[in-house]
């Protein structure tokens, strides 16, 4: 049985930083592209940031970008994401994702997704 458990989230001020993790266990993360992807109250699920399986393709939304770093180390079948200036838009439930069907691309669209987290709520206050 595959798990994908995220970790790292809570309450921080703007400005501030959190550095979110998750562990897949159950299957090896190597050949995995993986997401994180947010939902905040109200709105559609969207991609966050996104890795290949290698490391060498990276991906990271408009809004991202500049403040949010992934990364992943496969020897240890965890991802991270490191959230830096945040604001209080960044407030949202945080999932990672999990594809073996990518192929070479990062985990951009949840639809190709076949395992999910059950998510860490971030919350950002002004």
């Known amino acids: 049985q595959v798990q994908l458990v995220e970790s790292g989230g809570g309450l921080v001020q703007a400005g501030g930083s959190l550095n979110l993790s998750c562990l897949v266990s159950g299957r090896t993360l190597s050949y995995a592209a993986m997401g994180w992807f947010r939902q905040a109250p109200g709105k559609e699920r969207e991609s966050v940031a996104a890795?290949?399986?290698?490391?060498?393709?990276?991906y990271y939304a408009d809004f991202a970008k500049g403040r949010f770093t992934i990364s992943r180390d496969n020897a240890k079948n965890t991802v991270y994401l490191q959230m830096n200036s945040l604001k209080p838009e960044d407030t949202a439930i945080y999932y990672c994702?999990?594809?073996?069907?990518?192929?070479?691309?990062?985990?951009?669209?949840?639809?190709?997704?076949?395992?999910w987290g059950q998510g860490t709520q971030v919350t950002v206050s002004s």
């Open positions: 890795i290949n399986w290698s490391g060498g393709s990276i």
């Open positions: 994702a999990a594809g073996y069907s990518v192929g070479n691309r990062p985990l951009v669209r949840s639809t190709e997704a076949d395992y």
